[in-house]
């Protein structure tokens, strides 16, 4: 099992522009999560889907969109970026939401706006 | 305020040293608790959850107060490959919140020979 995948691992985009980041898990896990990582805040959320045909705002939705394809894929839209988004993405899934269920994540997409 | 707090370090500790970690965090409600693990420039691993009445995993233990608001790791007889960042997360299992995980922004550990 490859786990949790991110594509792309790197990308850099200049003001303006538009990208969606593309997640998938092979656990057949039904929640997945979008984050965002940056130095001295710890990781936070953007979005969430709780199972397939749900998803729901986290701690910083602002100028994100996001997609829940199927059961296997989470994608996230940035319409127009901007330097403050500027981060490491992580893309995250669970058995379950909640009740203790491990969160386990993709290796991450570094992202640079210019 | 945040909702996770930890002492982000740095620790620097020699091989075979015991260090200990604290984190705190501020909703009451809180429910589920966790330490993660993560390497320089990877993605956080689970590395222990957290039970009320403390539990241990070979060389590492978690404890949890719950009056106090405070959950803690030891770390015994360090190795280098325990260097990483260690996370404290916390879960509020209700409602609007279900499977959201709160994290701090870390604890810097570096063991060194």
């Known amino acids: 099992n490859a786990g949790v995948t991110q594509t792309p691992k790197f990308q850099v985009l200049k003001t303006g522009q538009s990208m969606t980041l593309q997640c998938a898990q092979d656990?057949?896990?039904?929640?997945m999560y979008w984050y965002r990582q940056d130095p001295g805040m710890g990781l936070r959320l953007i979005y969430y889907?709780?199972?397939?045909?749900?998803?729901d705002k986290g701690e910083v939705p602002n100028g994100y969109n996001v997609s829940r394809l199927n059961k296997r894929e989470f994608s996230l839209r940035l319409e127009s970026a901007a330097p403050s988004q500027t981060s490491v993405y992580f893309c995250a899934s669970s058995e379950l939401p909640g009740q203790g269920k491990t969160q386990y994540f993709g290796p991450g997409t570094r992202l640079l706006v210019l | 305020r945040k909702e996770v707090e930890q002492d982000p370090g740095p620790f620097n500790v020699p091989e075979g040293a015991t260090v200990a970690f604290n984190c705190t965090y501020s909703n009451s409600a809180s429910q589920s608790f966790f330490w993660y693990r993560q390497d320089c420039r990877k993605e956080p691993k689970l590395l222990m959850s957290v039970y009320s009445s403390g539990n241990e995993d070979g060389r590492f233990t978690a404890q949890l107060n719950r009056a106090s608001q405070y959950i803690s790791l030891l770390i015994r007889d360090s190795k280098l490959s325990d260097s990483a960042t260690y996370l404290c997360?916390?879960?509020?299992?209700?409602?609007?919140?279900?499977?959201?995980?709160?994290f701090g922004r870390g604890t810097q550990l570096t063991v060194w020979p």
């Open positions: 997360v916390v879960a509020f299992d209700r409602g609007s919140t279900l499977g959201r995980l709160y």
């Open positions: 889907s709780a199972s397939e045909g749900t998803t």
């Open positions: 656990m057949n896990h039904n929640s």
